[in-house]
């Protein structure tokens, strides 16, 4: 696996002692033990506003798929091959010139039709629906998936959205103000930018909808519990209920037919939708000309960019200064044809055989999963055997998809603008989307492209996937000892496959369909333990006076801790009782956690804590350390920790998995 690092040549070591801090005691902070040397030699840069691990990797991927452009540039590409897609999207996306002196010529058809719909109930659903096919999701937003309830068939989806900022709470809590007042400078500044001689009422129409539309949707934790996001209705019903929407013209536009139920997530947020839209015309305008222009932002020339990065980037996340252009540009192509550009990647990057390696390391911890549950004290031998069952019919993805996907139909035109090319991708991408509605779910398809740094768990489909980008250093080291590797890539691995019996997860049986199969007094103990978990949580104190949100982090708690306990079980395994010799100083054990404390080393700006805590259901990163070791015995030994900030009382740990 040495091609996966980039240069078979170069050893990356497996714990690297000037990543640590020796001088704090593991004890009083276990994070900044391991972790503070590698704060200090990466000091955040100003485009980001968290800069760890993750984010090395992403760069490292980064300047990778442009290197892959480049070689592509040194030979004329055919017409209509990935190649020549590629490589326009990402020269457009360079062009500054041509962007500036466009400006905000190639908006202009976008924001007429709003103006010149003759906007009755036809001509507005018309509108809708072409927004949301290439542009943005105002009011709510269509998507296909599984049917939570029969995971075979896919169905189409209308969930809540349409809210500029993201998040419900930045409407409605009184701590948000002075975000608010921002976001109503950037709007007034992005109208004026496009030529509204006063944007006043503007602002003032897309605070009134989008406020009404934040208290009509769920919250984070709501949206947690999946049944609260199931609500199956026929296309009759919708079209009695919501008639200021023509569903025949709608879906229609969406390129969506014959269908005769969907899943209509959020009917709160639908009512705000058919009241504004048989309403107020001129404020309804001003809604759907904002979704446009928030779209467009940061596709068009300097200052439209320039006033999407002061208010997302600078105010909400505390970033100095932009992402220089050449990633901006990259990251068009590299997601629109994210598997034609992950084709390429894994060319060079990650032979085949790479793929067994991982498959191996993935059984190990299937293997060691499954011992947890059989040896759990709290459930019964009848939720055991069907919790087993699952794990043993978990689909394992590893580093990228068998079968590449087409993109033969997609038509990318340099005559074109930027905007416009981007627009006829993502409409190309809805349609090819919308065109799954009502057929059997293909679940060799994959949710993430093989050169995303990340990995996922799909209720759904039951499967876990590991991409491709995310099998290197310091995730995955080929020459690292097993105790590094089990303590990175290994705790990934079990966290996705924990993520099966999280509290969002263990809602799905093992065909993947939301299915009760706990005993009650199963559920009952599951759920005990859970809320200890979320109360040690929420005991945290990110900043003054904001607390971290136990309770919608419990499943990527659930997933750290399970993935912690899953992985040093199959560490133990593989060496068979033996106790390999210290490598510079640190056992095996310490090496283990050392190796996953330091995935989550990083630097992050305020303003990014306090967004993330709103909005990310992951804890942050000194937490997914500090708070999940807490509750583990063998962490304790490895340090002989008895006392200190660190330690937690016995009778206080909680074990879920």
């Not at 807490?630 to 016995?650: E, K, Q, T």
Request: net charge negative.
């Amino acid at each position: 696996m040495a091609a996966c690092g980039g240069n078979s040549e170069t050893k990356v070591p497996g714990i690297d002692p000037a990543n640590l801090d020796t001088s704090i005691a593991p004890s009083a902070d276990f994070y900044e033990y391991a972790t503070a040397g590698w704060q200090r030699s990466h000091p955040l840069k100003p485009e980001f506003s968290r800069y760890g691990s993750f984010d090395v990797l992403r760069e490292n991927n980064e300047i990778r798929i442009r290197d892959l452009f480049a070689t592509m540039e040194k030979s004329a590409a055919t017409a209509g091959s990935v190649e020549q897609k590629i490589g326009d999207l990402y020269r457009m996306g360079m062009d500054s010139v041509r962007l500036n002196s466009e400006k905000l010529t190639p908006l202009r058809q976008d924001l007429s039709a709003i103006e010149v719909s003759t906007f009755d109930t036809r001509g507005r659903s018309a509108l809708l629906g072409q927004i949301h096919r290439a542009v943005s999701n105002p009011f709510f937003g269509p998507f296909v998936d599984a049917d939570m309830m029969e995971s075979n068939t896919n169905m189409v989806y209308l969930y809540q959205a349409g809210l500029g900022m993201g998040n419900r709470d930045y409407y409605l809590d009184a701590e948000n103000e002075a975000i608010r007042e921002a976001y109503k400078k950037y709007i007034a500044t992005i109208f004026s930018l496009a030529g509204y001689a006063d944007p006043a009422p503007a602002v003032e129409a897309v605070m009134e909808i989008e406020t009404r539309i934040a208290e009509a949707s769920l919250s984070n934790i709501e949206l947690r519990d999946p049944y609260n996001s199931y609500n199956k209705v026929t296309v009759e019903s919708l079209k009695t209920d919501y008639p200021a929407i023509d569903w025949d013209v709608y879906f229609e536009t969406l390129k969506i037919g014959g269908i005769t139920e969907l899943n209509l997530a959020h009917p709160k947020v639908m009512r705000v939708a058919n009241e504004v839209l048989a309403g107020d015309r001129a404020k309804l305008n001003y809604y759907l000309a904002f979704n446009i222009l928030n779209e467009a932002a940061a596709y068009l020339d300097d200052e439209m960019h320039r006033a999407s990065f002061e208010f997302f980037g600078r105010t909400m996340s505390g970033q100095e200064q932009p992402r220089p252009r050449w990633k901006r540009a990259l990251g068009m192509p590299n997601s629109i044809l994210g598997e034609a550009v992950g084709e390429m990647y894994v060319a060079k990057y990650f032979p085949p055989e790479s793929k067994e390696r991982m498959l191996k390391i993935v059984g190990d911890l299937q293997t060691a999963l499954g011992q947890h549950i059989e040896n759990l004290e709290w459930m019964s031998a009848e939720t055991k055997a069907k919790a087993l069952e699952k794990l043993g019919t978990f689909i394992v993805k590893i580093g990228y998809p068998d079968k590449w996907k087409d993109y033969s139909t997609l038509e990318i035109d340099p005559a074109l603008s930027y905007w416009q090319n981007l627009k006829r991708a993502w409409a190309w991408q809805n349609d090819d989307r919308m065109a799954e509605a009502g057929k059997p779910v293909d679940k060799s398809k994959w949710h993430m492209s093989p050169q995303t740094v990340n990995a996922y768990y799909n209720p759904s489909s039951n499967e876990i996937c590991f991409p491709a980008a995310i099998l290197q250093p310091p995730f995955f080291n080929p020459d690292a000892d097993d105790a590094v590797n089990y303590g990175a890539i290994g705790v990934v691995i079990g966290h996705e496959m924990t993520h099966g019996f999280d509290d969002q997860g263990r809602q799905f049986d093992k065909q993947g369909n939301l299915n009760d199969w706990w005993t009650e007094a199963d559920a009952e103990a599951f759920t005990k333990r859970a809320d200890v978990l979320v109360e040690q949580f929420n005991a945290i104190e990110v900043q003054p006076g904001l607390q971290a949100d136990g309770r919608f982090t419990l499943g990527e708690n659930i997933a750290d801790q399970g993935g912690l306990r899953v992985a040093y079980t199959a560490l133990q395994n593989s060496l068979g009782g033996t106790t390999p010799a210290p490598i510079d100083g640190f056992s095996v054990d310490q090496r283990f956690y050392l190796a996953y404390a330091q995935l989550w080393a990083q630097n992050i700006r305020p303003e990014e804590e306090a967004r993330l805590t709103k909005i990310d259901e992951h804890s942050l990163g000194k937490w997914r350390v500090d708070g999940a070791l807490r509750n583990i015995d063998s962490f304790y030994r490895a340090f002989d920790i008895s006392d200190g900030a660190m330690f937690l009382p016995v009778e206080e740990r909680v074990v879920i998995w």
